[in-house]
């Protein structure tokens, strides 16, 4: 069982920058945040693995940077040049197991989720 804590939401202008941060329970292999604006999917964001390697969804490249501090078991995203299409929930996602790379910004890749944290850009 992985539990996974979020923070660092927050409302702030268009231009701004927020960053997130997910504190995970137990062993993971990959982690990813993913957002959800009300009435739409729950969409990938960013993930990390422990291959070091990070993808990046088209919508955010360039503007925010996914870390990950495996002593800590934390994940991070940074996000930059925030715009208001930005605004949603963010959840952290985690997966023990290995996830082809392909499939590391899909939701149903991970099993443990957090509670979600908000974040508000205004125009």
């Known amino acids: 069982q992985v539990h996974l804590l979020e923070s660092g939401g927050g409302s702030v202008q268009s231009g701004g920058s927020l960053r997130l941060s997910c504190a995970a329970s137990g062993y993971t292999d990959c982690m990813g945040w993913f957002r959800q604006a009300p009435g739409k999917e729950r969409e990938g964001v960013a993930s990390?693995?422990?291959?070091?390697?990070?993808e990046y969804a088209n919508s955010v490249v360039g503007r925010f940077t996914i870390s990950r501090d495996n002593a800590k078991n934390t994940l991070y995203l940074q996000m930059d040049r925030l715009r208001p299409e930005d605004t949603a929930t963010y959840y952290c996602a985690a997966q023990p197991g290995v996830i082809m790379s392909w499939l590391r910004l899909r939701r149903d890749s991970y099993t443990y989720w957090g509670q979600g944290t908000q974040v508000t850009v205004s125009s």
């Open positions: 990390f693995c422990r291959d070091d390697n990070m």
